[in-house]
C-alpha cells in the first residue's frame, strides 16, 4: 500500500519559519520525482516546489529564494524548509511523488495545513 505521510505545518506569523516532511513507503515503481504543491481555499492546486531525482529544481516563482525543497533518496523523503513566510503562503500543502513502471504514476499525501498570520 502506498503511503506518502507527512510532517510539519502549523500556524506562524509572517517572517516565520516552518519545515514540512514527507516520508514515502509502499511505493513499488522507480520512485522519480517528490515535491510539493499547495492549494489555497477557492484557488487551485499549484506548485511550490519539485526535485526530479536526477534533474533541476523547479521553484514556483512566488515562493524562490524564501522555500528549500531537499530530499533523503535512502529514507525516500522529501522536505520543504519555508523562512520568511507570507500570509500569501497560506494553504494546505500536499506531498507528491512521481513514479515509473509501465507508465508514470502520481502519489498523493494527505495534505497539511499552513497558516500564516499577518
Known amino acids: 500500500q502506498v503511503q506518502l505521510v507527512e510532517s510539519g505545518g502549523g500556524l506562524v506569523q509572517a517572517g516565520g519559519s516552518l519545515s514540512l516532511s514527507c516520508a514515502a513507503s509502499g511505493i513499488g515503481f522507480r520512485l522519480d520525482a517528490m515535491g510539493w504543491y499547495r492549494q489555497a481555499p477557492g484557488k487551485q492546486r499549484e506548485l511550490v516546489a519539485r526535485l526530479p531525482s536526477g534533474g533541476s529544481t523547479n521553484y514556483a516563482d512566488s515562493v524562490r529564494g524564501r522555500f528549500t525543497i531537499s530530499r533523503d533518496n535512502g529514507k525516500n523523503t522529501v522536505y520543504l524548509q519555508m523562512n520568511s513566510l507570507k500570509p500569501e503562503d497560506t494553504a494546505v500543502y500536499y506531498c507528491?511523488?512521481?513514479?515509473?513502471?509501465?507508465?508514470?504514476?502520481?502519489?498523493w499525501g494527505q495534505g497539511t495545513q499552513v497558516t500564516v498570520s499577518s
Open positions: 507528491n511523488a512521481e513514479a515509473w513502471g509501465v507508465r508514470k504514476f502520481n502519489y
